[in-house]
């Protein structure tokens, strides 16, 4: 059975900030954040425990081209990813692992 994905709160809007600034300094940028988060998250989906395990139980993936990592953690008894963070590498990492 394969793994779905949801995304808390946080994870949705920092996703949607995060195109939002690259929307604003260029469109094809936007395009390719998108499609690098998705190339991503097909990743975790079709794997989800091959990305490192970076804090307790959670698990980071981090983006090609841009300075973000997926951060997530997966209830095997649903089958589901949480995606929990779309974190920029220079923000404060304390902030990272929250559920």
Same mark, same amino acid.
């Given at each position: 059975?394969?793994?779905?994905?949801?995304?808390?709160?946080?994870?949705?809007?920092?996703?949607?900030?995060?195109?939002?600034?690259?929307?604003?300094?260029?469109?094809?940028?936007?395009?390719?954040?998108?499609?690098?988060?998705?190339?991503? *998250?097909?990743? +975790?989906?079709?794997?989800?425990? !091959?990305? @490192?395990?970076?804090? %307790?139980? &959670?698990?980071?993936?981090?983006?090609?081209?841009?300075?973000?990592?997926?951060?997530?953690?997966?209830?095997?008894?649903?089958? *589901?990813?949480? +995606?929990?963070?779309?974190?920029? !590498?220079? @923000?404060?990492?304390? %902030?990272? &692992?929250?559920?």
């Amino acid at each position: 059975m394969p793994y779905k994905i949801t995304f808390r709160k946080r994870a949705a809007k920092e996703y949607l900030e995060s195109v939002a600034w690259y929307k604003s300094r260029s469109l094809s940028a936007a395009e390719n954040f998108v499609s690098g988060i998705h190339h991503a *998250l097909n990743k +975790i989906e079709k794997q989800p425990s !091959q990305f @490192r395990k970076s804090y %307790k139980d &959670f698990y980071e993936a981090k983006t090609k081209k841009y300075p973000f990592s997926i951060v997530y953690f997966i209830d095997e008894t649903k089958k *589901l990813i949480v +995606i929990t963070s779309i974190f920029h !590498q220079r @923000r404060n990492p304390e %902030k990272k &692992f929250k559920r």
